[in-house]
């Protein structure tokens, strides 16, 4: 079982940019972020293979945020640019075998961390 610890979230105006982090313990795969807001489904917002080399987002952060992973594959970051008020929500990382936007191909999952834009 891997653990997973995200960092970096908090409260940003419109417009603004945040860079997410999220720590693993040990090897990991592809690994994913996604965000729920309150009262809503928890939502796919990107993913990146183990290598890097292939990334998939979400169309409502497509151009704005950008997902990477360290050399040593252990961490993975999101940056988010242009934030909106609709990006508020506790956005989680998760880890896992599979590759893609599904929830079911992540068997390991963080806490979350709370992003919270504000006009």
């Known amino acids: 079982q891997v653990q997973l610890v995200e960092s970096g979230g908090g409260l940003v105006q419109t417009g603004g940019s945040l860079r997410l982090s999220c720590a693993a313990s040990g090897r990991t795969y592809a690994m994913g972020w996604f965000r729920q807001a309150p009262g809503k489904e928890r939502e796919f917002v990107s993913a990146i293979t183990w290598s890097g080399g292939n990334t998939l987002y979400a169309d409502s952060v497509k151009g704005r945020f950008t997902i990477s992973r360290d050399k040593a594959k252990i961490t993975v970051y999101l940056q988010m640019n242009g934030l909106k008020l609709e990006d508020t929500a506790v956005y989680y990382c998760?880890?896992?075998?599979?590759?893609?936007?599904?929830?079911?191909?992540?068997?390991?999952w963080g806490q979350g961390t709370q992003v919270t834009v504000s006009s």
């Open positions: 998760a880890a896992g075998r599979g590759y893609g936007s599904s929830r079911s191909v992540y068997e390991n």
